[in-house]
């Protein structure tokens, strides 16, 4: 069993530590906030005082952070250089494709093999072990990541080289943002034209309406799994990391000469959302902006 350095424990790196742990892997955990980290060793993880301290005689790290600035910041001043050469380094956070590839050309020069592994699930995958990686790297760094990602994944994708699995989650993201806003849209009709809205959604998880978004991530309470519609829309994936994927996915499609209009929408609205105070509400929230008659987000 190896020594794992697990870095970010908040609502996703919260639930996957615990399941590294629970496969027998010693983990060294840390984040900046006290309460996270007191959860993970709640749940058996063993308490760092800084990423350095957790890193230092790690087999493999594992960082799942906010942004790009986050995950630069935490590899170039407290991983190289602190990490043994041998560790692996797994970067989990949705980042954008160029900073990936900087911070896996600087872990390469510094004699490092890292993968990017950026992942799909929201809080309830990642608690349970269902996530779905897209991993990014040579083939030989793939084959030494996947069983190390294995205990927090029902799939573990090679998507191509550094870079890739971040490219994936971007397109894949720009899908839920566009599917998420209409599934919204129809429910808010649908409710407007006298559908019950229970039986329209089951009508259209059953129907060529199915998507994750109607089916799984349901936007209205009372209908469909328990999602953070039930829950006042609090919890879940914030609208503001949601707006952040459709600004990486909107980059990426003007360097690539991409035409995503829906794309480009759907950031748009995830913009005003967030401009109106619901960033940290779940992304599903946004419905309170598109149909008036549900009670908009107390901090809008
Ligand atoms: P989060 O904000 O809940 O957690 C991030 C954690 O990182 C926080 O606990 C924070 O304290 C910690 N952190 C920040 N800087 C740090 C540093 N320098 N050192 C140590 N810890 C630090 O975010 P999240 O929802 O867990 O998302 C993490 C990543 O996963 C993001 O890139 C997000 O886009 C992606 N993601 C989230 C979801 C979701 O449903 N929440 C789904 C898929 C992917």
Not at 251 to 280: C, H, I, K, M, W
């Amino acid at each position: 069993m190896a020594k794992i350095a697990f870095i970010g424990l908040g609502h996703m790196g919260g639930g996957m530590a615990p399941n590294l742990a629970k496969a027998g892997h010693e983990i060294h955990a840390f984040d900046l906030s006290e309460e996270a980290l007191a959860r993970a060793v709640e749940q058996g993880c063993k308490r760092a005082g800084s990423t350095a301290e957790a890193v230092s005689d790690a087999d493999v790290v594992v960082t799942m952070l906010p942004a790009a600035q986050h995950v630069l910041g935490v590899y170039r001043d407290q991983v190289f250089g602190k990490a043994p050469k041998s560790a692996l380094l797994i970067d989990c956070s949705t980042i954008d494709v160029a900073s990936a590839r900087t911070v896996e050309e600087e872990a390469s020069a510094q004699g490092y093999t890292m993968v990017d592994a950026p992942v799909s699930g929201g809080i309830a995958a990642a608690a349970s072990g269902n996530l779905a990686f897209m991993v990014g790297g040579s083939d030989e760094a793939f084959e030494r990541a996947k069983p190390f990602i294995e205990p927090m994944a029902k799939a573990v994708i090679h998507a191509g080289g550094a870079g890739a699995g971040q490219a994936a989650k971007i397109c894949n993201n720009m899908i839920l943002g566009a599917t998420m806003i209409v599934t919204c849209e129809a429910f808010a009709m649908a409710q407007k034209l006298g559908l019950d809205p229970a039986v329209f959604h089951e009508i259209a998880s059953k129907a060529s309406g199915q998507s994750w978004s109607m089916s799984v991530y349901t936007p209205i309470p009372g209908v469909g799994p328990d999602t953070p519609a039930d829950h006042d829309y609090d919890g879940g994936f914030a609208a503001a990391l949601m707006l952040k994927d459709l600004k990486l996915a909107m980059d990426a499609a003007q360097t690539a000469g991409a035409y995503t209009p829906l794309g480009s929408e759907a950031e748009q609205l995830y913009q005003r959302f967030v401009n109106l105070g619901g960033g940290s509400k779940d992304f599903s929230g946004i419905i309170k902006m598109l149909d008036d008659s549900w009670k908009a987000p107390e901090n809008t």
